[in-house]
């Protein structure tokens, strides 16, 4: 598949979607146990983002300074901190590990 039929299909599917929401009726979505589902599927969606985004390197799992960096951040937020101050203080943390060669 070239990119731009994955781009097309993307775009298609994601039309659909958004169509999906204003066609299924309110009432569908108000049951408690669907509630659930819709309520906590970003926030799994996210996770694994996260996840693969840390430790994902091609077709591996790698450790590396970038789980640093997840761990100052998860810090900054158990601490509070908005969010700029979350990406800075993990890029600035991480880079200062690195330059002093605490991780790779």
Not at 25 to 35: D, E, N, R, S, V
Not at 62 to 72: E, I, K, P, Q, S
Not at 74 to 90: D, K, P, T
């Amino acid at each position: 598949m070239s990119l731009w039929s994955t781009v097309l299909v993307a775009a298609f599917g994601t039309y659909i979607e958004k169509l999906a929401g204003f066609i299924v009726p309110a009432t569908w979505l108000a049951q408690p146990g669907l509630k659930r589902i819709v309520e906590a599927l970003p926030i799994g969606l996210l996770a694994a983002l996260v996840g693969y985004q840390s430790f994902g390197s091609g077709q591996s799992l790698t450790v590396d300074g970038r789980l640093f960096g997840l761990a100052v951040a998860a810090i900054a937020l158990w601490r509070g901190a908005n969010f700029f101050v979350v990406v800075v203080s993990a890029a600035a943390l991480t880079a200062l590990a690195r330059l002093a060669g605490l991780i790779p």
